[in-house]
């Protein structure tokens, strides 16, 4: 045979080869970036639909707010727009009261708030009036309570030192729990993947447990621990937050202290120091500065 036309050949045979494993390659990489673009479409769907529901909850809790503040109850009303204003009275017998309750439990007389709650943290609870035709009491969701309840719920994930201990299984048993848990507590994507401290997961409030888990570990326990979720009931923990209303779900009736915002207002954000300033508005507290 021809060296030259062999030769020839030969080349040939290498151009189809080599086209052959061109063809082969980019196949495989257009394969693998189809994959990947759907994967990323599917995280993509994933987030928007989180945040749309994340979303629907906050519109649907703003709106039951709404409506526990402008009801169509005209007293309640005046009570909620009014800065818990109340003229004096000259002519008839009605007694006007102003006292607190961190309890939440029924509210009589006119004491004093408690020692360790500061005149600025005395709740709008207890507006207490007092007549022959009159009588209304509002008051804040009991803080033990809503403690209980939260550790209640999140029994099965701290109850086992064991689970809190090891990363692989608090993630594990948060993601076996995430079904049954409400809107407010859903674990995120973040929390589902990355370890993290387990204090974060009890906190009802998707943007809050977001920053959360941006922080480290000493970090996060250290200010879950003030905000009274964790733990025994301490002195200077009273106060520290408000609930008003009657879920302890929304994140929306929380009013937050100002000792609370002025250590952790750089976690925390605006948004926690505007809403603490629309409840001290209602009960006629002086507002906090903007920062």
């Known amino acids: 045979m021809d060296p030259t036309a062999d030769k020839e050949e030969r080349k040939r045979e290498y151009n189809r080869l080599a086209q052959r494993e061109f063809r082969r390659r980019r196949k ?6 189809e994959q990947a673009q759907k ?10 639909e989180r945040l749309r529901y994340q979303n629907d909850e906050l519109r649907r809790e703003n709106e039951a707010l709404r409506a526990q503040m402008y009801g169509s ?3 309640s009303s005046h009570l909620m727009s009014s800065s818990m204003a109340l003229p004096p009275l000259s002519s008839d017998s009605r007694q006007y009261s102003l006292s607190p309750s961190i309890s939440g439990t029924s ?12 005149a600025d943290m ?13 009588s209304m009491v509002m ?4 803080r033990t309570k809503a403690r209980s309840e939260i550790l209640e719920i999140f029994r099965p994930l701290y109850s086992d030192p064991s689970i809190t201990s090891d990363p692989q299984r608090h993630l594990a048993v948060l993601q076996s729990m995430s079904g049954g848990l409400p809107g407010a507590l859903k674990p995120s994507k973040a929390q589902l993947e990355t370890p993290h401290y ?5 906190i009802a409030s998707p943007t809050l447990r977001d920053r959360l888990m941006t922080v480290t570990s000493d ?20 106060g520290q937050v408000i609930i008003w209303g009657d879920d302890p779900l929304n994140e929306m009736s929380w009013e937050l202290s100002q000792p609370l915002l002025d250590r952790w207002g750089w976690l925390l954000g605006a948004t926690w120091l505007q809403r603490a300033n629309f409840w001290r508005r209602q009960r006629g507290a002086p507002l906090l500065p903007e920062w």
Not at 124 to 133: E, I, K
Not at 198 to 202: E, H, R, V
Request: net charge negative; glycine share 12%; proline share 5%.
């Open 139 to 142: 008051a804040p969701y009991d």
């Open 107 to 118: 509210i009589s007389g006119t004491g004093s708030p408690p020692a360790t709650l500061g």
């Open 122 to 134: 005395m709740p709008m609870a207890a507006l207490s009036m007092t007549s022959s035709s009159i």
């Open 198 to 202: 387990y204090g974060i997961d009890m």
């Open 219 to 238: 970090v996060a326990r250290g200010f879950v621990s003030e905000l009274g979720i964790i733990g025994g009931e301490r002195g200077d923990e009273v």
């Open 28 to 33: 495989e990489h257009l394969k693998n970036l």
């Open 73 to 75: 109850s005209s007293s």
């Open 39 to 48: 994967e990323q479409s599917s995280e993509q769907s994933e987030e928007i």
